[in-house]
């Protein structure tokens, strides 16, 4: 575009010179005897006229160029038919001059095969070098030719000067623009929250910013120019297809995933992939912009937890309210039964009254999610409830072959309800005891987290929960023994969180379970 405004305004320039140079011509034949030619400064004003035409018409810039310098050079070509002396053949340069004002190198050769051609013609055929002309013609060709390409290479500097300023002014300013662009866009690069990463072609990275460093674990050295397992091995078919898809154009934009570190460790991440086009609209590299969302998720996860806490314990409120008053009357009259010694069917009394008793457990368990806070807090030592828990449990201990061992080294007080946490640590120590086939260890261990915080942890060497049950064992009525509940790890929870802590269960197949409760210490 610069290109051609460029040479339009040459065009301009030299049409309105060749132009005047014509006209002044025309005139110096009034003027000066000497001079003979006669066809040529008319054949100028002519032309002239025929250039602003089509000046003003939708010829192209370069098709105009190339019949104004043509037009110049069959001009001086007529000028040394009428010529009085060889010298006019100097003309032939000016030509070539403007030819080469315009930075073109096609009309300079052409220009240069087609004057020798006329030089050659003028020299041999017409035989220019036999004339005589007065000493004075020469002198006055020679005078207009300075004066001819001076004024060419005058007015072209002048004409451009402030024209090429006003250019470096703009290229200057667009090129400060331009680094400033790239300034921003690499200091957004470099200190955004999230991670991004530029893959080429053949899903090979070649920019990562520090923010993937920190999420993922590979440093910017071993990333670039190699594919990294950024997914884990039974999502590959997943992440292959989609990089593919974006790879042909596609693209991705918050999409919930598992990504994995340099570690091995997976995370919850959320990314977007972008292709990246060039000019021609042909995808050449493709990005990544990933955040870890495993905060989020468990925020969401401890969210649909207490919805599923306040749920069971509206429906505790009415069920418990319900049953338990007909079972009460049902349970009389099945004891009246059982007892009775005509009654040929004690067996099947005596299996009702035991699910009756899992019935009433059941409810117990419903009306201790139905109080809506811990009640009665006081200070107490957590070690000497664990004592009484341990003594509690000791027969039933014995009689399994299990051995505990206490692992603590200082007492700590906390401020709660002491029954409550007690049905907790009761509830964890016999899915621990119920836990084991045969003889085992449980270790019950009671550790400082930090200033404000204290652990306690039931460690059993049982047979461990698989990973599919482990992420359902705090659903309510999921259950792995055959006359559990499904309350006592959701119940559990409730009074842990009720009283500002925490609970969790971690375990190994085959291993065993571990079972710890954060709490605030006073």
């Known amino acids: 575009m610069e290109r051609n405004v460029t040479n339009r305004k040459r065009n301009q320039l030299f049409i309105h010179l060749y132009g005047f140079a014509s006209i002044l011509h025309f005139l110096l034949n009034q003027w000066v005897d000497l001079n003979s030619a006669v066809i040529s400064p008319l054949f100028g004003i002519a032309s002239y006229l025929v250039l602003l035409v089509l000046f003003s018409s939708q010829i192209t810039e370069r098709l105009l160029q190339v019949v104004i310098l043509f037009t110049m050079n069959l001009y001086i070509f007529i000028l040394n038919f009428e010529s009085l002396s060889s010298v006019t053949l100097v003309f032939f340069v000016v030509p ?31 035989d220019r070098f036999a004339d005589r002309a007065p000493l004075q013609y020469n002198q006055l060709s020679i005078i207009i030719f300075f004066v001819t390409v001076l004024a060419i290479t005058l007015l072209h500097s002048i004409y451009f000067s402030r024209y090429w300023k006003q250019l470096e002014i703009k290229n200057a300013s667009m090129e400060k623009a331009l680094l400033s662009k790239e300034g921003y866009l690499q200091l957004f690069f470099e200190t955004a929250k999230d991670a991004i990463a530029v893959f080429d072609s053949n899903n090979k990275i070649i920019a990562v910013n520090p923010a993937f460093e920190e999420l993922y674990g590979w440093t910017a050295k071993e990333c670039i120019g190699k594919t990294l397992p950024l997914y884990p091995q039974d999502m590959k078919e997943a992440a292959e297809m989609r990089t593919r898809e974006v790879q042909q154009g596609e693209s991705y934009s918050l999409l919930e995933t598992v990504d994995v570190r340099k570690d091995g460790s997976r995370f919850h991440a959320q990314v977007t992939l972008s292709p990246i086009f060039d000019q021609s609209q042909k995808v050449i590299a493709t990005s990544i912009i990933s955040r870890d969302i495993s905060y989020q998720k468990e925020s969401e996860k401890l969210i649909l937890q207490s919805e599923k806490l306040k749920l069971a314990g509206e429906i505790a409120a009415g069920v418990a309210h319900e049953i338990r008053n007909p079972m009460t009357v049902i349970s009389g009259f099945v004891q009246m039964m059982h007892h009775d010694p005509k009654h040929h069917f004690p067996e099947y009394t005596a299996l009702i009254q035991s699910e009756m008793e899992r019935i009433n457990l059941i409810i117990s368990e419903f009306l201790v999610l139905a109080k809506p806070q811990a009640a009665a807090l006081k200070k107490f030592s957590i070690q000497n409830a664990l004592d009484d828990i341990l003594l509690l449990f000791g027969p039933e201990l014995n009689m399994h072959g299990i051995t505990v061992n206490k692992d603590w080294r200082e007492d700590f007080q906390v401020n709660g309800e002491e029954h409550h946490l007690k049905q907790v640590f009761i509830n964890l120590l016999k899915n621990a005891i119920e836990s084991m086939d045969e003889p085992g260890e449980i270790q019950v261990l009671l550790r400082a987290e930090n200033d404000s915080m204290l652990s306690i942890s039931f460690n059993d060497s049982g047979n461990g929960i698989s990973e599919e049950d482990l992420s359902e064992v705090f659903e309510p009525f999921y259950t792995t023994k055959a006359t559990g509940t499904g309350l006592g790890l959701l119940i559990s929870q409730k009074i842990i969180q009720e009283h500002k802590g925490t609970l969790s269960i971690s375990s190994t197949l085959g291993v065993g379970t571990a079972a710890t409760i954060l709490l605030p210490a006073e």
């Not at 930075?103 to 020299?123: G, H, Q, Y």
């Open 96 to 126: 070539i001059i403007a030819s080469a004002l315009y930075n073109d190198t096609k009309p300079i050769i052409l220009l240069a095969i087609v004057t020798s051609f006329e030089a050659l013609l003028l020299l041999t055929v017409v």
